[in-house]
């Protein structure tokens, strides 16, 4: 497996939750699973890449207590706003302490289903090709997580009121020619267009299995 230290995983989870009526990443699919930012964290663990949960103040308590024996940092910002500017606190976070990412990756917090051998698969297609930002697809879906070089990060942040989504950020740069648009991986993992917004849908999620190779 790939090991790299020179990423930041961003895990999303600043948003309100209403329709589910609590923090996203402290759901569990099934009573005897772990939360769903546990998953996230680990997912990214195994590869070594540092992690940065980036949550609202009145969930902060919460998250910590169940991430206590996790290897993770935690930013605390206030809710608002949409995923460009958790992606902007991100990069500042990073930039505040010292650190230098090369790649940026944008998770979801209520995305808890993703495979290690998609990271796997979106680190070998970046690896490949010249600087772009690379985004799963699954049956004509877009899905997460976004692989990002920081450099493009850069611009797309800087060009942008940061009051809408990455994804519409990272069109409104590209119609500029700030930045190429993001290169679109097919990939087998349908957890990478799975997530979790009500209760109905944590009832009734199927257990996911890894794709047959």
């Known amino acids: 497996m790939t090991t790299v230290s020179n990423h930041l995983a961003v895990i999303m989870a600043r948003g309100e939750s209403l329709r589910m009526g609590r923090p996203k990443g402290l759901c569990r699919l099934h009573p005897e699973d772990e939360c769903f930012v546990i998953k996230v ?3 990214y663990n195994q590869f070594g890449i540092p992690i940065l949960l980036v949550v609202r103040p009145e969930d902060e308590a919460d ?6 024996d996790e290897k993770v940092d935690v930013l605390v910002a206030k809710g608002g706003g949409d995923t460009a500017l958790t992606m902007k606190l991100a990069v500042d976070w990073a930039r505040d302490q010292g650190l230098n990412p090369k790649v940026f990756w944008a998770h979801p917090v ?8 998609t990271l ?7 690896a490949k090709g010249s600087l772009k930002a690379w985004r799963p697809l699954h049956d004509n879906n877009p899905g997460h997580p976004v692989l990002i070089p920081a450099s493009l990060l850069s611009k797309v942040l800087s060009a942008e009121s940061l009051n809408v989504s990455m994804s519409r950020a990272w069109k409104n740069a590209s119609a500029k020619d700030s930045v190429p648009s993001i290169k679109m ?3 087998a993992d349908s957890g990478v267009i799975t997530d979790f917004d009500t209760p109905d849908q944590l009832h009734a999620a199927p257990e996911k299995k890894a794709p047959e190779s």
């Open 185 to 187: 991986l097919m990939v």
């Open 63 to 68: 998250y910590l207590k169940v991430l206590s």
């Open 110 to 117: 209520d995305m808890p289903q993703i495979l290690p051998q």
């Open 41 to 43: 964290v680990r997912l």
């Open 120 to 126: 796997e698969e979106l680190m070998e297609a970046a």
